[in-house]
């Protein structure tokens, strides 16, 4: 039997803003989590649960101020920036509610993006991000700016970048949050597609309860902690 591969492992996590003043604030209070290669799993909690500060520790865009994060074998909290740097572009990819796509640049070159930080030749990166586009569906949509976008188009636009690099790990907060129910649907299943068929590693932020029964795992965050875990119909 092939041994799980431990991708994500949190201990003891502890985040704490404005430290040493009169409001210090703790926003997550010794976050315990370990999510294996190939899981699909659900982060859930209504606004002010702490999942943003979780997604932006887990992603490595932070750091935590207590505990041990090690992301496939890598210490996150005593990596170098340049090295966390290296993670967020080669291990990670992010699917934001906002889409976070550049203006006035075509869907291509927002794809390429990741991909010229990288130092990937022209060639690859421009076939690259056309085949990307392709598994989003979005083949005829290649020159639009995002203005020329709807919504639905702007976040598969989103999850072709955040798969440029061929990340172990995509993160994605609140992705359909911003979309109707049919357009939300097509992102979902987007997403089982690339764990499915890709094996990518799936960490879902959401605050709808009815898409994180679509994953194999649903974590609860309340106020700062992990208060319940169960299996979803995805597993």
């Given at each position: 039997?092939?041994?799980?591969?431990?991708?994500?492992?949190?201990?003891?996590?502890?985040?704490?803003?404005?430290?040493?003043?009169?409001?210090?604030?703790?926003?997550?209070?010794?976050?315990?989590?370990?999510?294996e290669?190939?899981?699909?799993?659900?982060?859930?909690?209504?606004?002010?649960?702490?999942?943003?500060?979780?997604?932006?520790?887990?992603?490595?865009?932070?750091?935590?101020?207590?505990?041990?994060?090690?992301?496939?074998?890598?210490?996150?909290?005593?990596?170098?920036?340049?090295e966390?740097?290296?993670?967020?572009?080669?291990?990670?990819?992010?699917?934001?509610?906002?889409?976070?796509?550049?203006?006035?640049?075509?869907?291509?070159?927002?794809?390429?993006?990741?991909?010229l930080?990288?130092?990937?030749?022209?060639?690859?990166?421009?076939?690259?991000?056309?085949?990307?586009?392709?598994?989003?569906?979005?083949?005829?949509?290649?020159?639009?700016?995002?203005?020329?976008?709807?919504?639905?188009?702007?976040?598969?636009?989103?999850?072709?970048?955040?798969?440029?690099?061929?990340?172990?790990i995509?993160?994605?907060?609140?992705?359909t949050?911003?979309?109707?129910?049919?357009?939300?649907?097509?992102?979902?299943?987007?997403?089982?597609?690339?764990?499915?068929?890709?094996?990518?590693?799936?960490?879902?932020?959401t605050?709808?309860q009815?898409?994180?029964?679509?994953t194999?795992?649903?974590?609860?965050?309340?106020?700062?902690?992990?208060?319940?875990?169960?299996?979803?119909?995805?597993?």
């Open positions: 039997m092939e041994e799980k591969q431990t991708m994500i492992d949190l201990k003891g996590i502890v985040k704490r803003f404005y430290i040493g003043m009169p409001n210090e604030l703790e926003i997550l209070h010794g976050i315990d989590l370990q999510v290669r190939g899981e699909f799993v659900s982060i859930v909690g209504s606004s002010g649960s702490g999942k943003t500060t979780m997604m932006n520790i887990i992603g490595a865009l932070d750091r935590p101020t207590e505990g041990e994060y090690h992301l496939d074998g890598v210490d996150v909290v005593h990596a170098r920036d340049k966390l740097s290296m993670i967020r572009n080669q291990k990670i990819g992010f699917v934001f509610q906002t889409y976070n796509l550049i203006s006035r640049t075509s869907a291509l070159k927002n794809v390429e993006l990741p991909m930080y990288a130092g990937m030749r022209k060639k690859d990166r421009l076939e690259r991000a056309q085949e990307l586009l392709c598994m989003v569906e979005m083949k005829d949509r290649m020159s639009h700016n995002p203005d020329e976008l709807s919504g639905g188009q702007k976040q598969r636009v989103a999850i072709a970048r955040a798969m440029a690099n061929d990340p172990a995509i993160l994605a907060d609140e992705p949050g911003a979309l109707d129910s049919k357009t939300g649907r097509k992102i979902m299943d987007i997403f089982h597609r690339l764990n499915e068929e890709q094996g990518k590693t799936i960490v879902l932020i605050h709808s009815e898409l994180a029964e679509e194999g795992r649903i974590l609860t965050l309340k106020d700062g902690e992990i208060i319940g875990e169960r299996r979803g119909r995805g597993c």
